[in-house]
């Protein structure tokens, strides 16, 4: 896997999450291949690691933890993941459970933790700035297809205003990798997902500006990105020189909309 190709190298320079990819990645080809014992050890591992697991691995040890009646094991993982943010309807299914009763008189104290060390309206803003860039993609890729017009200005100024945001937010509080947020609880699901910070990344890429190109390797060994994302986003840029949004936006233009 392309993770691992990248172990030694992060290795080697003393990165945090190194070790835990590869062993996270065994846990999950684990899982699907029901091999729930194995998929325990691998996350065990994994989580000593690091003092900050990433939420969706929570997640999943935690159905791992279900499926290999390790109780104990089950109950520190609703802990953590409690701590990190995910809401008591989270846990609902599992009221039968040995250990709920005492979880559900602790849980004030859980969210009291998560308000304390993390920063909730990063996470809500972070949410909100992932959301408005999925709308403003949608939205482009139906002017690119002509299901929808938009005027040049209207490209120009939708894909700089999330970049600017995101400027904004990254100056004030740094990249809002999950130490600082803390974890994505997904209501619809009723899951706990990685954030889609990777995605708003590349767009802003393929939208001219490049960004955190020195700074990419601390964050992916801070937790922030996946490894892969290390070389894949020294491949990624526009349709243009990458000189901006205004630009690019206009090689755009000009290439789908050529007689106007």
């Given amino acids: 896997m392309t993770t691992l190709i990248f172990t030694a190298k992060l290795l080697a320079q003393?990165?945090?999450?190194?070790?835990?990819?590869?062993?996270?990645?065994?846990?999950?080809?684990?899982?699907?291949?029901?091999?729930?014992?194995?998929?325990?050890?691998?996350?065990?591992?994994?989580?000593?690691?690091?003092?900050?697991?990433?939420?969706?691995?929570?997640?999943?040890?935690?159905?791992?933890?279900?499926?290999?009646?390790?109780?104990?094991?089950?109950?520190?993982?609703?802990?953590?993941?409690?701590?990190?943010?995910?809401?008591?309807?989270?846990f609902r299914y599992y009221k039968k459970s040995s250990w709920y009763e005492q979880f559900n008189a602790d849980f004030q104290t859980y969210s009291d933790y998560y308000n304390a060390n993390y920063n909730p309206k990063l996470r809500d803003d972070l949410l909100d700035l992932i959301s408005r860039d999925k709308e403003f993609n949608s939205n482009y890729h139906d002017w690119r297809t002509r299901k929808i017009e938009l005027s040049l200005d209207e490209l120009i100024n939708g894909a700089s205003k999330i970049i600017s945001d995101f400027k904004q937010m990254t100056d004030k509080y740094g990249f809002p990798n999950e130490r600082l947020t803390g974890y994505n609880y997904v209501r619809r699901k009723n899951s706990v997902e990685y954030y889609n910070t990777d995605v708003l990344i590349i767009h802003i890429y393929q939208r001219g500006v490049i960004i955190f190109e020195d700074e990419i390797h601390d964050i992916v060994c801070e937790g922030g990105l996946h490894p892969n994302y290390e070389e894949t986003l020294k491949k990624i840029r526009g349709f243009g020189n990458s000189r901006g949004v205004e630009q690019e936006m206009k090689v755009r233009y000009k290439m789908y909309r050529p007689a106007e």
Avoid: M
Wanted: net charge positive; with cysteine; aromatic share 12%.
């Fill in 14 to 90: 003393n990165c945090e999450y190194a070790e835990y990819y590869p062993l996270v990645e065994r846990a999950y080809k684990n899982y699907s291949d029901k091999k729930y014992e194995d998929a325990k050890k691998n996350l065990r591992l994994a989580f000593t690691k690091t003092d900050h697991p990433l939420g969706a691995d929570l997640h999943l040890a935690f159905s791992v933890a279900l499926k290999a009646k390790d109780t104990r094991w089950a109950e520190q993982i609703a802990i953590r993941l409690a701590k990190g943010g995910i809401p008591l309807r989270y």
